[in-house]
Nanobody, 123 residues
Framework: QVQLVQSGGGLVQAGGSLRLSCAAS????????MGWFRQSRGKEREFVAA????????LYADSVKGRFTISRDNAKNTVYLQMNSLKPDDTAVYYC????????????????WGQGTQVTVSS
């Protein structure tokens, strides 16, 4: 059974940092594209970042470029999202996801989703 279990998140002041983790079971992250998305109340789910199975190719939303970093540890089957210089606009529920096709910013391209974790940035 393929499962993505998220950890991290919480409450932080603007300018602070958080790291999200996404541990995968039932799949090898090295064979997938792994992505992070977020959804604020009343808004559609939006793309944050993705990383290809080769590990070297990444894709970021313009809104987080230069502040967030996606990485993976193939040995631990875990993907991370390091979030620095957080802003109140980054407040959302964050989801990790996996797809077996290619680097994509579209939620519909992803087959498997984590349970979501709340990130709240106070001003």
């Amino acid at each position: 059974q393929v499962q993505l279990v998220q950890s991290g998140g919480g409450l932080v002041q603007a300018g602070g940092s958080l790291r999200l983790s996404c541990a995968a079971s039932g799949l090898k992250v090295s064979k997938y594209v792994m992505g992070w998305f977020r959804q604020s109340r009343g808004k559609e789910r939006e793309f944050v970042a993705a990383i290809r199975w080769t590990g070297g190719v990444t894709l970021y939303a313009d809104s987080v470029k230069g502040r967030f970093t996606i990485s993976r540890d193939n040995a631990k089957n875990t993907v991370y999202l390091q979030m620095n210089s957080l802003k109140p606009d980054d407040t959302a529920v964050y989801y990790c996801a996996a797809n077996r096709r290619d680097l994509s910013s579209r939620p519909v391209a992803y087959d498997t989703w984590g349970q979501g974790t709340q990130v709240t940035v106070s001003s």
